[in-house]
Structures are given as structure tokens and as C-alpha cells.
T-cell receptor, first 112, second 110 residues
Framework: GNSVTQMEGPVTLSEEAFLTINCTYT??????LFWYVQYPGEGLQLLLK?????DKGSNKGFEATYRKETTSFHLEKGSVQVSDSAVYFC???????????FGTGTSLTVIP | NAGVTQTPKFQVLKTGQSMTLQCAQD?????MSWYRQDPGMGLRLIHY???????DQGEVPNGYNVSRSTTEDFPLRLLSAAPSQTSVYFC?????????FGEGSWLTVV
């Protein structure tokens, strides 16, 4: 089957700290991988994506590399800001059809 | 660009009442879906549709009904609201490479 597992939260970091949120997946075939971000009181927004193995998605200082050999798509940022405080969701999309599978989300709080 | 529009944003229902959450998209996507979001459980798929006239159940379909008469609209009906249906509901529309979400509907059943 298809599923996404991401690290439990909540995560609390000081401003300018390094961020890693782990995500691993199980999928048939070759899925596309995504990170979505949800700010308080809002819907989910696409943060970055990678559609094939070894691709690196990046946006707003966040990066994630599609690692087929370890079935992982870890999210990283070198220096977090208070404005990065949000819930982050890892997701996969099957290579056939448009169905998405989401992790349970990781809450990040960045303190000044 | 409107994207995905869902209404209402907030609703309080009494147990046993019925209601419909409306969802519309203007991106001409075939695939639409409804999720509920509960603390510690992430997003759970309720129902989805791969095109007008075609719907199917997701992970947690009980107590909900959907229909898809047009490409644009995908309403979610709560048949007889229960306190366990207190949640945040998101409508979504999927294109070739990504999924777009509405802003969410906060539903409380008392």
C-alpha cells in the first residue's frame, strides 16, 4: 500500500537554528513527493515537491531530496525564523491517478 | 484566482441535524476530495471523485455523503450530525502534479 510516516512533534527551535523534519514513505511504483505547510487558521499550501528520484525540491530556504534508496524525503532549513512556525505535512502522490497520501503533520514552533 | 472555495468557514450544529459543506474549484480538475483534520491524526480522506458522476469512499466515509454533478462542484453532506464529526474539513482539487486546498470549514457538533 501507500503511506507516509513523518516524525512526531511538536518541535520547538530557537530562531536561526537548523531544522530537519523526517519523512519516509511506502509506495508502489514511483510516486511524487511533497511538503505542504499549514499556518494557523489556514488551509494547506504547497511548500515544495520532487517528482523523481534524486530530485531536490526547494522553496523559501527549505529543501528536500527524493531518496529512493532510503524511501525518504526529509525537510531541511538552515536557519529558521519565527514566521516558519506552522504545521508541516509530508505527502505522496501515486504515479497513476491523482490520489494523495499525507503524513500526520509535524508542528514547528520557532521562538525568538 | 479563486482556486478552491469552500463554505461555510464556521458552523455549529446540533446532534442529528443535517448540513452541506459546499466546495467549488475553477481549475477544471477532474479529481476532487474531502478530508477531515483532527488533532494528532493528520488528514484523513472522507470521499473523493475522479470526475463528474463518479465518487468513491476514502478512509473515513461513514456519516457523510457526496455527489459530483459538475466538474466544478463537490458538496459534502452530513446526514445526521454527531459530536464525533466535530472537526476541520478541507476540500481539495488535484491537478497533474499538485493538490490545492480550500481554506477549511470549522464544524462543531453539540
Amino acid at each position: 500500500g501507500n503511506s507516509v510516516t513523518q516524525m512526531e512533534g511538536p518541535v520547538t527551535l530557537s530562531e536561526e537554528a537548523f531544522l530537519t523534519i523526517n519523512c519516509t514513505y511506502t509506495a508502489t511504483g514511483y510516486p511524487s513527493l511533497f511538503w505542504y505547510v499549514q499556518y494557523p487558521g489556514e488551509g494547506l499550501q504547497l511548500l515544495l515537491k520532487a517528482t523523481k528520484a534524486d530530485d531536490k525540491g526547494s522553496n523559501k530556504g527549505f529543501e528536500a531530496t527524493y531518496r529512493k534508496e532510503t524511501t525518504s524525503f526529509h525537510l531541511e532549513k538552515g536557519s529558521v525564523q519565527v514566521s516558519d512556525s506552522a504545521v508541516y505535512f509530508c505527502a505522496l502522490r501515486r504515479n497513476t491517478g491523482n490520489q494523495f497520501y499525507f503524513g500526520t503533520g509535524t508542528s514547528l514552533t520557532v521562538i525568538p | 484566482n479563486a482556486g478552491v472555495t469552500q463554505t461555510p468557514k464556521f458552523q455549529v450544529l446540533k446532534t442529528g441535524q443535517s448540513m452541506t459543506l459546499q466546495c467549488a474549484q475553477d481549475m477544471n480538475h477532474e479529481y476532487m476530495s474531502w478530508y477531515r483534520q483532527d488533532p494528532g491524526m493528520g488528514l484523513r480522506l472522507i470521499h473523493y471523485s475522479v470526475g463528474a458522476g463518479i465518487t468513491d469512499q476514502g478512509e473515513v466515509p461513514n456519516g457523510y455523503n457526496v455527489s459530483r454533478s459538475t466538474t466544478e462542484d463537490f458538496p459534502l453532506r452530513l446526514l445526521s450530525a454527531a459530536p464525533s464529526q466535530t472537526s476541520v474539513y478541507f476540500c481539495a482539487s488535484s491537478g497533474e502534479y499538485t493538490i490545492y486546498f480550500g481554506e477549511g470549514s470549522w464544524l462543531t457538533v453539540v
